[in-house]
């Protein structure tokens, strides 16, 4: 496996179901990211990790909790989500941007989650 | 407030002919850009990237051009093939930081 892998690809939960989302990066990063794509909207960044350190919580609500157990794992996990939370998450890492360097993102092919 | 702009939700191109992708932004904390492809059902592919030192870039058929007293940024893609048809964003981060704020994006087509 190269790149970064996301599973499922498509997810169908119910509002009272528990799920989690699963991100892996072969790449040698230390960051890691979690994005929300919906309909007609920019790519929302939800949380980054740098060196498994939670860094960045973009004021998402509590039904996400994000864990990241090493530099290559990333998960999103689910709970009591609401209709409108269905949308495509996608799982991003890089190496961690410095003040003289930039850092590009590579993302993962995501996961269609629909909340019925 | 946005803080990257994609006016152009779409834009068609002949094959063989230049595109022009355009982007806008008003943070002048931002300091390095980047362009991303997407298709429909992957993820976004990493493109080209720049950084607020320079004002060009280029990789192949690929140039990024920055105008930061304008604070805007452009795409060129010459000669367009078909396989560039997707949708385009691009994104900015801050010095030091690496969240990225993206725009809305530019469908391209590129007619044959």
């Known amino acids: 496996e190269t790149g970064v892998t996301q599973t499922p690809r498509h997810l169908v939960m119910g509002m009272t179901n528990k799920k989690s989302l699963k991100c892996e990066q072969h790449l040698g990063h230390n960051a890691m990211y979690w994005y929300k794509q919906s309909a007609k909207k920019p790519l929302e960044l939800m949380f980054v990790y740098n060196f498994k350190e939670q860094t960045e919580n973009n004021s998402v609500p509590s039904r996400f909790s994000p864990e990241c157990p090493n530099s290559s794992h990333l998960f999103l996990h689910l709970h009591t989500l609401q209709p409108e939370d269905s949308a495509l998450y996608l799982c991003a890492s890089s190496h961690p941007k410095t003040l003289d360097r930039g850092s590009e993102q590579y993302f993962g092919p995501g996961t269609r989650l629909t909340v019925t | 407030d946005q803080q990257v702009k994609q006016n152009s939700p779409s834009l068609s191109v002949q094959e063989g002919r230049i595109s022009i992708l355009n982007c806008d932004y008003t943070?002048?904390?931002?300091?390095?850009f980047l362009w991303y492809k997407k298709y429909p059902a992957e993820g976004p592919t990493f493109l080209i990237s720049?950084?607020?030192?320079?004002d060009k870039n280029e990789d192949g058929r690929f140039t990024v051009f920055l105008n930061k007293s304008a604070k805007h940024l452009s795409l060129h893609i010459v000669p367009s093939q078909p396989g560039d048809s997707a949708v385009y964003f691009c994104a900015a981060s801050a010095l030091g930081n690496e969240k990225l704020t993206f725009g809305t994006g530019t469908r391209l087509t590129i007619i044959p």
């Open positions: 720049i950084s607020s030192i320079k």
């Open positions: 943070n002048s904390m931002f300091d390095y």
